[in-house]
């Protein structure tokens, strides 16, 4: 099993940035991508960003290309999202997600972190 753990979230002004991390535990050799989603009031979750084990494949939701991105540290079992320029449409609960290879879709989840930008 691995276990996720968000943090960074918080409050931010229009304008603003925030990275948010989040620290994998557990069965981290068998974690090949991982990514991040988020979920705002009222809306289905979507999907942020995702990075590859060997950082050598990103991709990103069209609303944050140039002003997201997203890194790893295998090292520190730790992936990242900076987030600059945020908006108010940005305002969700973050998650971070993993899976291991050959599987399709995301296996373990982060109980998520908020990220509140204000006008």
């Known amino acids: 099993q691995v276990q996720l753990v968000e943090s960074g979230g918080g409050l931010v002004q229009a304008g603003g940035s925030l990275r948010l991390s989040c620290a994998a535990s557990g069965r981290t050799s068998a974690i090949n991508r991982m990514g991040w989603f988020r979920q705002a009031p009222g809306k289905e979750r979507e999907f942020v960003a995702t990075?590859?084990?060997?950082?050598?494949?990103?991709s990103y939701a069209d609303p944050v290309k140039g002003r997201f991105f997203i890194s790893r540290d295998n090292a520190k079992n730790t992936v990242y999202l900076q987030m600059r320029s945020l908006q108010p449409e940005d305002t969700a609960v973050y998650y971070c997600?993993?899976?291991?290879?050959?599987?399709?879709?995301?296996?373990?989840w982060g109980p998520g972190t908020q990220v509140t930008v204000s006008s």
């Open positions: 990075i590859a084990r060997n950082s050598d494949s990103v």
């Open positions: 997600a993993a899976r291991r290879a050959l599987v399709l879709s995301y296996e373990f």
